[in-house]
């Protein structure tokens, strides 16, 4: 049975940083590519990051490019998003996915139309 659980989400004030987790069970996280995606109330589900396969190249909204990166650790067959400089505007509902599809490109991992199995989803919000 497939299953993937999101942590590590929280109150964080403006500034500082989380780490989320995405822990994928039932199947191996490395043969998947991998992505982060965000909703905020009233908001459609945007794309966050991504990591493809087989390279593992990575994609990054530009809202976040600089300050988000995205891992794996085959090991724990888990993926990371190291969330630095959070803004309140980061604030959202933060959503795992797994896709098995291959694209050339990286950037067609950024549509929540790639993936085929979704997390529950992990608040973060960003206030002071």
């Known amino acids: 049975q497939v299953q993937i659980v999101e942590s590590g989400g929280g109150l964080v004030q403006p500034g500082g940083s989380l780490r989320l987790s995405c822990a994928a069970s039932?199947?191996?996280?490395?043969?998947?590519?991998i992505g982060w995606f965000r909703q905020a109330p009233g908001k459609e589900r945007e794309g966050v990051s991504c990591?493809?396969?087989?390279?593992?190249?990575?994609h990054y909204a530009d809202s976040v490019k600089g300050r988000f990166t995205i891992s794996r650790d085959n090991a724990k067959n888990t993926v990371y998003l190291q969330m630095n400089s959070l803004k309140p505007e980061d604030t959202a509902v933060y959503y795992c996915a797994a896709s098995r599809k291959y694209y050339s490109s990286t950037n067609m991992y950024a549509a929540v139309g790639a993936y085929d199995y979704w997390g529950q989803g992990t608040q973060v919000t960003v206030s002071s």
């Open positions: 990591i493809s396969v087989p390279d593992g190249t990575t």
């Open positions: 039932g199947f191996t996280a490395d043969g998947y590519a």
